[in-house]
Nanobody
Framework: QVQLVESGGGLVQAGGSLRLSCAAS????????MGWFRQAPAKEREFVAAIRWSGGGVYYADYAESVKGRFTISRDNAKNTVYLRMNSLNPEDTAVYYCAAGSGLSQGTIMQERRYDYWGQGTQVTVSS
C-alpha cells in the first residue's frame, strides 16, 4: 500500500506560480514511478507529468496549451516526496491536481492513468484572470 497526500494548491493570479507537493508513505518510494494528473470541471482527468523512480526519465503532457516548458516535475527520494512546479499559470490550468504512484511503468505507459495503482485525494488549483 502507498498513501499519497498532496499539498500546495490554492488561488493564484494568472502569470503566477505554485509548487505542489505529494508526500508518499508505505511502499518503498524510491522504486515507485510517480505522476501528476489534473481534472478540470466537467472534463476528464488528464495526464500532466511523470517521473521514473530513478528520476532519470521525466515526461510531460503535450497538448494544445502545453505544460512542458512551464511545469517541472521533480522528486526527492530522501523525503519521499514528488513536486510539481508550475509557472506562468493561466486560467486553463484550473483543476484538481492528483498525484499517483505506479511501478514498472514504461515510456509507453507512464502517461496512462489506468496504469497507476495509488492516488492521492487531490489539491485544488485555481487561477484567476
Amino acid at each position: 500500500q502507498v498513501q499519497l497526500v498532496e499539498s500546495g494548491g490554492g488561488l493564484v493570479q494568472a502569470g503566477g506560480s505554485l509548487r505542489l507537493s505529494c508526500a508518499a508513505s508505505g511502499r518503498t518510494f524510491s522504486r515507485t514511478d510517480m505522476g501528476w494528473f489534473r481534472q478540470a470541471p466537467a472534463k476528464e482527468r488528464e495526464f500532466v507529468a511523470a517521473i521514473r523512480w530513478s528520476g532519470g526519465g521525466v515526461y510531460y503532457a503535450d497538448y494544445a496549451e502545453s505544460v512542458k516548458g512551464r511545469f517541472t516535475i521533480s522528486r526527492d527520494n530522501a523525503k519521499n516526496t514528488v513536486y510539481l512546479r508550475m509557472n506562468s499559470l493561466n486560467p486553463e490550468d484550473t483543476a484538481v491536481y492528483y498525484c499517483a504512484a505506479g511501478s514498472g511503468l514504461s515510456q509507453g505507459t507512464i502517461m496512462q492513468e489506468r496504469r497507476y495503482d495509488y492516488w492521492g485525494q487531490g489539491t485544488q488549483v485555481t487561477v484567476s484572470s
